[in-house]
């Protein structure tokens, strides 16, 4: 029906910068929330950063200022602008989307795969 396929994670040195994307593809009436999770070892997944269909935004206090999420609702793509990165933001992100498939009345939660971000030197 609906799938995320994430990319754009890898290794990057404390202080650099990458750009996740999520493309949804498959049969789509329409998306509302899309939003980045992740998950550091040992750890909760817990949310990153999240957008609406209008645009309005939703960040984690340890990501704000840092990182923004912004999206193509023509492309259904969310993307993920991580700059200043830490150490601490290693973790698999994941791609979350609220989703409504054709022929379908109710909207439905989907996730990526994940991807892995390494923030280290």
């Known amino acids: 029906q609906v799938q995320l396929v994430e990319s754009g994670g890898g290794l990057v040195q404390p202080g650099g910068s990458l750009r996740l994307s999520c493309a949804a593809s498959?049969?789509?009436?329409?998306?509302?929330?899309m939003g980045w999770y992740r998950q550091a070892p040992g750890k909760q997944r817990e949310l990153a950063a999240s957008i609406t269909i209008f645009g309005e935004t939703d960040y984690a206090d340890s990501v704000k200022g840092r990182f923004t999420v912004s999206r193509d609702n023509a492309k259904n793509t969310v993307y993920l602008q991580m700059n200043s990165l830490k150490p601490e933001d290693t973790a698999v992100y994941y791609c979350n989307a609220d989703a409504r498939p054709t022929g379908y009345i109710v909207y439905r939660n989907y996730w990526g795969q994940g991807t892995q971000v390494t923030v280290s030197s």
């Open positions: 498959g049969s789509i009436s329409s998306i509302k929330d």
